[in-house]
C-alpha cells in the first residue's frame, strides 16, 4: 500500500528565506504525487502535482516541487517566502486506482 | 471558491446521535469523495462515489454510511455518535476517478460530538 511521509509538523522561516518542506513516499507502482495547501478555516487547495513527464514542477504561488524517484522524493520549494504563505501544507500520492493517500501536514510559520 | 459546496459549516450533537452532512459537487464532476481530518489521525480517506456507485472504501467505520444521489450530490450519515468523530469532514469531486484527475475541495464540515 502507498504511504506519504512529511518530515517536520511544523517548519518556521523568515520572510524572505527559502522554503523546504520535505516529503518522502512509498508506493509499489509509479505514483502520482501532489501537494496541497490549507489555509486556516478552508478547505484543500491544489498547489502542484507530478502525473508524468518532466521531474521539476512548477505550481501556484512560486512554489515548485521535484519528484526524485530513486530517493522516493517530492520535496516542496519556494525561493522566498511570504508571509502569505503561512499554512498547513499535505503531500499526497496516489498509485493505481486508489484515490488520495495524504500525509500528516507540515505547518509553515513565516516569521517577520 | 472551489465549487464544491458542504453543509452544514459546523455541527455540534450529542453522543449516540445521528447526523447527515451533505456535499454538493463542481457542476459536471461524477466523482465524489469523503475525508476525515482529525488532530490525530490526519487526513483519512473514508469512501468514493462515482456516478452514483460506490468505488472505494478506506477506514470508513460500519457507523458511517454514504450515498451519492442521482443529481450527484452526496450525502454522508454518521451515527451512534462518539466523542472521538469529532473532526472536520471534508468533501471533495473530481470530473473522472482516475489518478491524474484533480480533486477540488470544500471547506469542510467542523462535527463537534459533545
Known amino acids: 500500500a502507498q504511504s506519504v511521509t512529511q518530515l517536520g509538523s511544523h517548519v518556521s522561516v523568515s520572510e524572505g528565506a527559502l522554503v523546504l518542506l520535505r516529503c518522502n513516499y512509498s508506493s509499489s507502482v509509479p505514483p502520482y504525487l501532489f501537494w496541497y495547501v490549507q489555509y486556516p478555516n478552508q478547505g484543500l487547495q491544489l498547489l502542484l502535482k507530478?502525473?508524468?513527464?518532466?521531474?521539476l514542477v512548477k505550481g501556484i504561488n512560486g512554489f515548485e516541487a521535484e519528484f526524485k524517484k530513486s530517493e522516493t522524493s517530492f520535496h516542496l520549494t519556494k525561493p522566498s517566502a511570504h508571509m502569505s504563505d503561512a499554512a498547513e501544507y499535505f503531500c499526497a500520492v496516489i498509485s493505481g486506482n486508489t484515490p488520495l493517500v495524504f500525509g500528516k501536514g507540515t505547518r509553515l510559520s513565516v516569521i517577520a | 471558491d472551489s465549487g464544491v459546496t458542504q453543509t452544514p459549516k459546523h455541527l455540534i450533537t450529542a453522543t449516540g446521535q445521528r447526523v447527515t452532512l451533505r456535499c454538493s459537487p463542481r457542476s459536471g464532476d461524477l466523482s465524489v469523495y469523503w475525508y476525515q481530518q482529525s488532530l490525530d489521525q490526519g487526513l483519512q480517506f473514508l469512501i468514493q462515489y462515482y456516478n452514483g456507485e460506490e468505488r472505494a472504501k478506506g477506514n470508513i467505520l460500519e457507523r458511517f454510511s454514504a450515498q451519492q444521489f442521482p443529481d450527484l450530490h452526496s450525502e454522508l450519515n454518521l451515527s451512534s455518535l462518539e466523542l472521538g468523530d469529532s473532526a472536520l469532514y471534508f468533501c471533495a469531486s473530481s470530473v473522472g476517478q482516475g489518478p491524474s484527475t484533480e480533486a477540488f475541495f470544500g471547506q469542510g464540515t467542523r462535527l463537534t460530538v459533545v
Open positions: 507530478y502525473t508524468t513527464g518532466a521531474t
